[in-house]
T-cell receptor, first 111, second 113 residues
Framework: SQQGEEDPQALSIQEGENATMNCSYK?????LQWYRQNSGRGLVHLIL?????REKHSGRLRVTLDTSKKSSSLLITASRAADTASYFC???????????FGAGTRLAVHP | EAEVAQSPRYKITEKSQAVAFWCDPI?????LYWYRQILGQGPELLVQ????????DSQLPKDRFSAERLKGVDSTLKIQPAELGDSAMYLC???????????FGAGTRLSVL
């Protein structure tokens, strides 16, 4: 079963626009991570936010975490065509470092 | 930059045949993961190793799937016999203990005919 649920399932925007993806989860977490996957390739880690953190930034990425609502969001600012990919949230429930991935958001950025 | 190596990249096989996938994690990473990813879905953990020991194989179909990491370094995932429903991407990842950021290989795309 999948702990994380991303929303929306698919997102289509123009270059230069911002893209926001949301992730909801069910149980308490140790940390939450976001990964990116280009078509037919492996996943690449983007950012990790710990349960005691509320917001993190990395370049054009901004991640927020609301543990009271059991939700996280990933914001990509000033999107580029190269940002076209699937984005997954993954929750770490603690113990053995196991991550549980959601079904992902498919982002298409049009030139 | 260190990478997780997987082979083969693509595998086509007929149902009832045996297939094997190989993974070489990043040097020094004690934890190794095998995932199965069906098109349009997120990765699902099949088996997790800590060094040479299995710490989670709860989602591994043990009647046909097996995995080993004999010397605590590289790993092999085997399917025998393959079924049509096994067609998927098989991903290997490795990580340090903390932070548990996972580094993925490029995957093996399996097609069972």
């Amino acid at each position: 079963s999948q702990q994380g649920e991303e929303d929306p399932q698919a997102l289509s925007i123009q270059e230069g626009e911002n893209a926001t993806m949301n992730c909801s989860y069910k149980t308490s977490i140790n940390n939450l991570q976001w990964y990116r996957q280009n078509s037919g390739r492996g996943l690449v880690h983007l950012i990790l936010i710990r349960s005691n953190e509320r917001e993190k930034h990395s370049g054009r990425l901004r991640v927020t975490l609301d543990t009271s609502k059991k939700s996280s969001s990933l914001l990509i600012t000033a999107s580029r065509a190269a940002d076209t990919a699937s984005y997954f949230c993954a929750t770490d429930l603690g113990g053995y470092n196991k991550l549980i991935f959601g079904a992902g958001t498919r982002l298409a950025v049009h030139p | 930059e260190a990478e997780v190596a997987q082979s083969p990249r693509y595998k086509i096989t007929e149902k009832s045949q045996a297939v094997a996938f190989w993974c070489d994690p990043i040097s020094g990473h004690a934890t190794l993961y095998w995932y199965r990813q069906i098109l349009g879905q997120g990765p699902e953990l099949l088996v997790q190793f800590q060094d040479e020991s299995v710490v989670d194989d709860s989602q591994l179909p043990k009647d046909r799937f097996s995995a080993e990491r004999l010397k605590g370094v590289d790993s092999t995932l085997k399917i025998q016999p393959a079924e049509l429903g096994d067609s998927a991407m098989y991903l290997c990842a490795s990580s340090l203990e903390d932070p548990n950021i996972q580094y993925f290989g490029a995957g093996t795309r399996l097609s069972v005919l």
